[in-house]
């Protein structure tokens, strides 16, 4: 089993929306801190957003307003919902999870792409 595979990615026009799916196996999003990542070209990777197990979410003031981190515990998946999407968010995105015993897991990546 592929601990986090994630996708939803794209190509989108600036203004528009997507949605980013990341189903976990081999553990409950519901018991762990998850996360999205983005890298883009010429970038670090840097946070995107946060959630922890009790609900808590966290996100980079670069997408706060227009970013939102949630989950589904009966698909065991967690979502990232982005609208208002710019040029600067074109990345590879990558879901995250911390386990309760201290083990990270990093998804393949999903491209996204904003034009202009």
């Known amino acids: 089993q592929v601990p986090l595979v994630e996708s939803g990615g794209g190509l989108v026009q600036a203004g528009g929306s997507l949605r980013l799916s990341c189903v976990a196996s081999?553990?409950?999003?519901?018991?762990?801190?998850m996360a999205w990542f983005r890298r883009a070209p010429g970038k670090q990777r840097e946070m995107v957003a946060t959630?922890?197990?009790?609900?808590?979410?966290n996100y980079a003031d670069s997408v706060k307003g227009r970013f939102t981190i949630s989950r589904d515990n009966a698909k065991n998946t967690v979502f990232l919902q982005m609208s208002s999407l710019t040029p600067e968010d074109t990345a590879v995105y990558y879901c995250?999870?911390?386990?309760?015993?201290?083990?990270?897991?990093w998804g393949q990546g999903t491209q996204v792409t904003v034009s202009s």
């Open positions: 959630l922890t197990s009790g609900g808590a979410t």
């Open positions: 081999g553990g409950a999003v519901r018991a762990n801190r």
């Open positions: 995250y999870r911390l386990t309760l015993d201290g083990i990270s897991y």
